[in-house]
């Protein structure tokens, strides 16, 4: 089975502290003298299939690493949020003839290729797959309201945070699955609903429209339709969005490799 896999590569990392691309750092730790960046790792997961890159900040970091690889580039032109993104990319995934669709983002390089199927093949019984994962450290992540086997909304930590939350709620990992015509239908009302919220831009606050992929679970649960969930095993699903992420990630691929 051939999958269209879109990878979100655009965004600043601005946790991260560094000048590159997060995708393009290095899974090596810095004094074993290998480089071997995160987006390799996460290319080298994916199903068979087309393969889009969606580029924006320091994209040359991305094009220098990946340019001898059978992918394709998508610039998006504003950073507007892992919805933006994904609108960005809405025309090279409707001329690629694949029916099925899997999102996942530049930052997570353990998912296994075995979960990216087990989130293809759950599309046989539901229109669109979340994948989540637990963690003790909730931190800044969005979180599944489950109901009956079924997700019924994202729920984002700006919400949550304030609300009595069990400690074995699912966490959302940023990473999809959808059939190719639900996602093509859905793409213009996720389009006409922006977030204005408020960033910090080179020292500055200021007022932005975003969009959220994840504002796509409500509008299908309105319309009857069914978003399903696969769980990631432990670290699996870990984004790399800090030093210290970053450090215990490397510590985590140099484990795998002895």
């Known amino acids: 089975m051939l999958v269209i896999s879109v ?16 995708t393009t750092l290095s899974l090596f730790p810095e004094e074993t003298g290998y480089e071997y960046p995160i987006i390799l790792e996460i290319l080298k997961n994916l199903p068979l299939g087309k393969r889009i890159i969606v580029v924006n900040y320091r994209k040359e970091d991305i094009l220098r690493v990946t340019s ?16 933006g993104a994904v609108i960005s990319a809405s025309e090279l995934i409707k001329e690629t003839e694949m029916d099925y669709v899997l999102i996942t983002v530049g930052d997570a390089p353990f998912v296994k290729r075995q979960t990216y199927l ?12 979340v994948l989540g994962f637990s963690s003790e450290d909730k931190r800044q992540y ?45 793409i213009p009302v996720l389009s006409s609903r ?29 319309d009857g339709l069914k978003v399903g969930y696969v769980i990631a095993e432990k670290d699996e699903a870990m984004g790399i969005d800090d030093p210290d992420s970053l450090s215990y990630a490397r510590k985590i691929f140099i484990s795998k490799r002895i």
């Open 7 to 22: 990878i979100l590569a655009a965004g600043r990392g601005t946790r991260m502290g560094s000048y590159k691309n997060k």
């Open 68 to 83: 001898k690889l059978d992918v394709t580039y998508c610039i998006q032109p504003v950073l507007n949020g892992t919805g």
């Open 118 to 129: 087990k989130l293809i093949d759950k599309l046989k019984e539901d229109d669109l797959v």
């Open 142 to 186: 969005g979180i599944l309201e489950i109901e009956k086997n079924a997700v019924k909304r994202i729920i984002e930590w700006k919400v949550w945070k304030d609300l009595s939350i069990k400690e074995e709620c699912l966490c959302n990992a940023g990473i999809y699955a959808v059939k190719k015509e639900i996602l093509l239908r859905y």
């Open 194 to 222: 922006p977030h204005t919220v408020e960033k910090r831009i080179n020292g500055r606050l200021r007022k932005i429209k975003e969009y959220f992929f994840t504002d796509i679970v409500e509008y299908m649960n309105k």
